[in-house]
């Protein structure tokens, strides 16, 4: 079996299903459509191990960011916050990706993702070590005790939470590049734009990059490979077995922020 050309299919049929929901005069019907299109193939794609979801994420102290689109995340050993019509609050010790997905690219859409992104980054992440971990190395459970993980860097225990922005339709991608260089202070967990059937514009030695022509077919299959390679980087190194969300922190954070002494 040739993946490749099995995800340039995908594209393809992605490509149909967002022709066939232009029939439909609600433009939020119709976004909810291209959303949930674009979700199945991520989802059914990825490992079982994974979940992906719609929604706000949330950290230990309370801090909650913006809803993003599709939110690629394990499982979660905290409560379930809120499931509000297929919409979730997320810890942020359990996601792995996020992203935008939109109709029409724009710049002021690309602006409020990297904005989103920006407050994702503000939230900390707290783990502690598992039952293996304490039997393997009783020093790096103190390692994540009470110490916040940034989200950005990924040099810190755990992987960053990567970022992208997809749409169906783009501007040109001298347009877009352009665009991306005006912005300041691009997170670098940020990891660039996919336009379907047109290009992925991506970081490259320090250099806002469009994919070749002759690539614009794999757009899908790039954004899949990209957020894969962020669980491939968790599981070789075992990082799952060895740490979790600091879930006695939740709860003892929200019982004392809501409940008087």
């Given at each position: 079996?040739?993946?490749?050309?099995?995800?340039?299919?995908?594209?393809?049929?992605?490509?149909?299903?967002?022709?066939?929901?232009?029939?439909?005069?609600?433009?939020?019907?119709?976004?909810?459509?291209?959303?949930?299109?674009?979700?199945?193939?991520?989802?059914?794609?990825?490992?079982?191990?994974?979940?992906?979801?719609?929604?706000?994420?949330?950290?230990?102290?309370?801090?909650?960011?913006?809803?993003?689109?599709?939110?690629?995340?394990?499982?979660?050993?905290?409560?379930?916050?809120?499931?509000?019509?297929?919409?979730?609050?997320?810890?942020?010790?359990?996601?792995?990706?996020?992203?935008?997905?939109?109709?029409?690219?724009?710049?002021?859409?690309?602006?409020?993702?990297?904005?989103?992104?920006?407050?994702?980054?503000?939230?900390?992440?707290?783990?502690?070590?598992?039952?293996?971990?304490?039997?393997?190395?009783?020093?790096?459970?103190?390692?994540?005790?009470?110490?916040?993980?940034?989200?950005?860097?990924?040099?810190?225990?755990?992987?960053?939470?990567?970022?992208?922005?997809?749409?169906?339709?783009?501007?040109?991608?001298?347009?877009?590049?352009?665009?991306?260089?005006?912005?300041?202070?691009?997170?670098?967990?940020?990891?660039?734009?996919?336009?379907?059937?047109?290009?992925?514009?991506?970081?490259?030695?320090?250099?806002?990059?469009?994919?070749?022509?002759?690539?614009?077919?794999?757009?899908?299959?790039?954004?899949?490979?990209?957020?894969?390679?962020?669980?491939?980087?968790?599981?070789?190194?075992?990082?799952?077995?060895m740490i979790e969300v600091d879930v006695d922190?939740?709860?003892?954070?929200?019982?004392?922020?809501?409940?008087?002494?």
């Amino acid at each position: 079996m040739d993946f490749l050309s099995h995800m340039k299919q995908l594209g393809q049929i992605l490509s149909i299903n967002s022709e066939i929901a232009s029939n439909y005069n609600n433009p939020s019907g119709i976004g909810d459509h291209r959303e949930l299109s674009l979700t199945d193939i991520i989802r059914d794609k990825l490992p079982s191990t994974l979940m992906v979801s719609k929604g706000e994420i949330i950290d230990s102290n309370g801090k909650r960011t913006p809803e993003f689109d599709i939110v690629v995340h394990y499982p979660s050993k905290a409560p379930n916050f809120l499931n509000l019509a297929g919409r979730k609050v997320i810890p942020c010790e359990d996601v792995l990706c996020v992203g935008e997905i939109k109709s029409q690219y724009n710049e002021d859409r690309l602006k409020t993702c990297i904005e989103s992104v920006k407050k994702l980054n503000e939230l900390r992440r707290y783990y502690r070590g598992t039952y293996l971990l304490s039997k393997l190395n009783s020093l790096a459970v103190e390692k994540y005790k009470n110490t916040p993980v940034p989200i950005e860097d990924g040099n810190s225990g755990a992987p960053a939470i990567a970022a992208f922005f997809f749409s169906y339709k783009g501007s040109s991608d001298d347009t877009i590049i352009g665009h991306l260089e005006d912005l300041k202070d691009i997170p670098k967990n940020f990891l660039g734009t996919f336009i379907l059937n047109q290009s992925q514009i991506i970081k490259k030695a320090a250099k806002w990059t469009a994919s070749p022509a002759n690539q614009k077919d794999y757009v899908l299959f790039w954004l899949f490979f990209s957020i894969y390679g962020m669980y491939s980087e968790i599981t070789k190194e075992g990082l799952q077995e060895m740490i979790e969300v600091d879930v006695d922190r939740y709860i003892t954070n929200f019982v004392n922020s809501h409940i008087p002494n």
